[in-house]
Nanobody
Framework: QVTLVESGGGLVQPGGSLRLSCAAS????????MGWFRRAPGKEREFVAA????????YYADSVKGRFTISRDNAKNTVYLQMNSLKLEDTAVYYC?????????????????WGQGTQVTVSS
């Protein structure tokens, strides 16, 4: 069992930055592909970014490519999402997820564990 706890959300103006963290406990995340997803009000959950076990590869949704960066520190059992140049449409609850797999994937159903989410609100 892996427990994931997100933090770092908040209110930010358009163009601003936030760094989300996802702290894992229960098992080492070094055996998991890690991903970030988000759900905006009235919309389906969507893929944001994912990173392989060793951080050798990352994968981003087109909507965040060039603005967001996913990273991980397996020694700290933590995954991060650096979000820059935030836009109004980035407003959502952001979720961290862990996939017991060697393959990076944007498919929510492939992920085994999920955090409770952290709210990100971009507003002027």
């Amino acid at each position: 069992q892996v427990t994931l706890v997100e933090s770092g959300g908040g209110l930010v103006q358009p163009g601003g930055s936030l760094r989300l963290s996802c702290a894992a406990s229960g098992r080492t995340i070094s055996n998991y592909v890690m991903g970030w997803f988000r759900r905006a009000p009235g919309k389906e959950r969507e893929f944001v970014a994912a990173i392989t076990r060793s951080a050798s590869r990352t994968y981003y949704a087109d909507s965040v490519k060039g603005r967001f960066t996913i990273s991980r520190d397996n020694a700290k059992n933590t995954v991060y999402l650096q979000m820059n140049s935030l836009k109004l449409e980035d407003t959502a609850v952001y979720y961290c997820a862990a996939d017991w797999s060697s393959k990076i994937t944007p498919t929510p159903g492939e992920y085994d564990y999920w955090g409770q989410g952290t709210q990100v609100t971009v507003s002027s």
